[in-house]
């Protein structure tokens, strides 16, 4: 149970293949079902930091991907203008600017 649970599948799902209904799945393996959702999770998020931790084009898609989803960073930039509708205006965007933000 445990290992379907991790894997992905949902209590719907692992009922369906064992030929229960959801609500006595869960009332009966319901600690099965969390645990194997939470080592899963644990897993991932540990190959995810040694990924993110290490050197190379894959160590900075998951630093960033990391820095999104645990520190909640974010890449917008929010541009503010006023004035007449007539007016051209030309942005350059920096790693520098984006410091400032």
Known sequence: MEALAGFGLSTAEIACVLATDEQNLKATYAHELESGSIKANARVAESLYR??????????????????????????????????LDTSVTFVTTYEDMKLL
């Open 51 to 84: 990924k993110a931790t290490g050197e190379g084009r894959v160590a900075v898609t998951a630093a960033i991907f990391w820095l999104k989803t645990r520190a909640r960073w974010k890449e917008t930039c929010i541009h503010e203008l006023e004035g007449k």
